[in-house]
């Protein structure tokens, strides 16, 4: 039987960049992957059927992680079609870049909501179906930047080191039940979000990257799953680094 034959997985922010390599990855390892978007129904969509060609199988849902009782409802409505979810991915993140002086209460707000409490909304409600289940692995990414600051990302750093914290405190609540709570560390990463440096400030970063290049989604979705698999079951509340040696 493939890896992850019996569970649904469901991956927040799968339509594009990392959480869509970790859709792709999981399904192939036979989980029943749901994936979650924001705005981009057409790529959620392109996921599915990329999966299902590969013979896998999973669907679209789209909601809004930073808001609470549309996340509830939607779990709920996961779980009473699917039968459960065994692996959560809290994937989905935004940045809203600028230097603190010239920060709005908006872009903090809105990186804060997105990234930190789409993780708390998304881990209470998976949380009460995991304990009844007695199983389940929740993955959350954080960053780089959470670990050792970036200037013109007070917002996105504050978020994703409230992952970590979030990650460690989760994992000593849920473990009595054999949750597992583990968060991935990725560098930089090609994807949309770094899309957007200049030529220039990709060389800088390059440069002082020891592995000479920007991680791929894929890399990244590697560390996911073996998280999310059996060998991974005696680790709970770490924080997996995935970035070509860049902090250490
Ligand atoms: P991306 O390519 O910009 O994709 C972001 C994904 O999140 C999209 O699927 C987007 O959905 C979804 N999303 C955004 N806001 C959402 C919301 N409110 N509710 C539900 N879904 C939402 O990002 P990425 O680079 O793959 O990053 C994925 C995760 O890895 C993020 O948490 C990011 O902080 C983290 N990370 C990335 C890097 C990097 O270098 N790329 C490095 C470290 C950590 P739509 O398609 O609908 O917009």
Redesign the pocket.
């Given at each position: 039987m493939a890896e992850n034959e019996q569970k649904v997985a469901l991956v927040?922010?799968?339509?594009?960049?990392?959480?869509?390599a970790i859709a792709l990855r999981l399904a192939a390892e036979g989980a029943y992957v749901v994936v979650?978007?924001?705005?981009?129904?057409q790529?959620?969509e392109e996921v599915v059927s990329s999966i299902e060609k590969a013979g896998g199988r999973a669907r679209v849902s789209?909601?809004?992680?930073?808001d609470f009782d549309t996340v509830q409802e939607e779990i709920e409505n996961i779980v009473t079609e699917l039968g459960g979810i065994h692996i959560l991915v809290n994937?989905?993140?935004?940045?809203q870049d600028t230097l603190i002086v010239r920060m709005k209460k908006e872009d903090w707000d809105s990186v804060m909501t997105?990234?930190l409490d789409?993780v708390f909304n998304c881990t209470k409600a998976v949380a009460r179906i995991m304990i009844k289940q007695r199983q389940g692995r929740i993955i959350n990414?954080?960053?780089?930047?959470g670990e050792m600051g970036n200037s013109g990302q007070t917002n996105?750093a504050a978020s994703?080191a409230g992952i970590i914290g979030f990650t460690k405190a989760a994992a000593r609540e849920l473990a009595s039940r054999a949750i597992t709570v583990n968060a991935v560390?990725?560098?930089?990463?090609?994807?949309?979000?770094?899309q957007n440096l200049t030529d220039e400030i990709r060389k800088q970063y390059i440069d002082k990257i020891p592995l000479q290049r920007?991680?791929s989604?894929e890399d990244?979705a590697g560390v996911v799953s073996f998280l999310a698999s059996d060998e991974a079951s005696y680790i709970t509340g770490e924080v997996l680094r995935v970035n070509g040696g860049i902090y250490t």
């Open positions: 927040t922010g799968g339509s594009r960049g990392i959480g869509r979650n978007y924001a705005k981009n129904r790529a959620a789209g909601f809004d992680v930073s994937n989905a993140g935004i940045t997105t990234n789409g990414l954080t960053s780089v930047v996105y994703k560390s990725p560098g930089f990463i090609e994807t949309d979000i770094t920007f991680g989604p990244v």
